[in-house]
């Protein structure tokens, strides 16, 4: 008892029968106060700060050479901004890579909803326990949206969450808005994706191939995704 610490719960758990007993005694002596206090905690742990007036990545100069054919690049610029700071995508390189990856799961910036045929993919999402979705309809009602096609209703909820707006799943809609189309990227590029750890550190390594492999879940694109990369790069650093 004297070497235990709380810290290594998460390093030892394992999900056995009676760690999970454990917990479950633990949880319950717990205030529902103290329990809320707890999750507010835990999940201001997964989310960025909140950022005061940041200092802008892109210039509207930049949006607009970078993609040419959205009509107004000007609707972006701000969300995009507080999105990149907050998300300390700062430096031109990781600023490359998050923007270069937005080019092709948008074509451009001009598509910030998954265009629904549907296709025979997208009639799989229906019923993807993977993905969250175990209520008819999900598969559409929780289709790509946002700068990097946030999709499923599993991603939806944790992405809620995380930013403290449960509206968004009363109406995912939202998320094909460009302040939220912002965020809801900004957050799987720093917590939100599979590995649970930000891509800057992938971004920094010039790493193309390990940021496509987490955002896409595989290399689908990467050739295109390369060349956005790399139009990215001449435009930040001009």
């Known amino acids: 008892m004297d070497n235990f610490n709380i810290l290594d719960v998460p390093r030892w758990y394992r999900d056995l029968p009676h760690q999970r007993e454990a917990l479950e005694w633990l949880w319950s002596r717990l205030s529902e106060d103290d329990r809320r206090e707890f999750v507010r905690r835990w999940r201001a742990e997964a989310s960025a700060p909140p950022v005061q007036n940041p200092q802008p990545v892109v210039t509207l100069a930049q949006l607009r050479a970078l993609f040419p054919f959205v009509p107004r690049p000007e609707q972006f610029l701000d969300s995009l901004n507080e999105a990149l700071a907050r998300y300390q995508i700062t430096t031109p390189l990781r600023a490359a890579h998050f923007l270069g990856q937005v080019g092709h799961e948008t074509g451009g910036l001009r598509w910030l909803e998954e265009i629904w045929g549907p296709t025979p993919a997208q009639?799989?999402?229906?019923?993807?326990?993977?993905?969250?979705?175990?209520?008819?309809?999900?598969?559409?009602?929780?289709?790509?949206?946002?700068?990097?096609?946030?999709?499923?209703?599993?991603?939806?909820?944790?992405?809620?969450?995380?930013?403290?707006?449960?509206?968004?799943?009363?109406?995912?809609?939202?998320?094909?808005?460009?302040?939220?189309?912002?965020?809801?990227?900004?957050?799987?590029?720093?917590?939100?994706?599979?590995?649970?750890?930000?891509?800057?550190?992938?971004?920094?390594?010039?790493?193309?191939?390990?940021?496509?492999?987490?955002?896409?879940?595989?290399?689908?694109?990467?050739?295109?995704?390369?060349?956005?990369?790399?139009?990215?790069?001449?435009?930040?650093?001009?």
């Not at 992405?159 to 109406?171: D, K, L, T």
């Not at 290399?219 to 790069?233: S, V």
């Open 123 to 238: 009639r799989g999402y229906e019923g993807r326990r993977d993905l969250g979705n175990t209520q008819p309809g999900d598969g559409y009602r929780f289709r790509g949206r946002g700068l990097f096609q946030l999709t499923g209703r599993a991603n939806y909820e944790r992405f809620a969450r995380a930013v403290g707006q449960p509206q968004i799943i009363e109406n995912p809609d939202l998320v094909a808005t460009p302040y939220w189309a912002a965020q809801s990227a900004g957050w799987f590029w720093h917590v939100g994706n599979r590995t649970g750890r930000s891509l800057n550190a992938l971004a920094d390594r010039d790493d193309l191939r390990g940021i496509t492999l987490v955002i896409n879940g595989g290399l689908n694109g990467l050739e295109d995704r390369r060349l956005w990369t790399e139009k990215a790069k001449r435009v930040l650093h001009g």
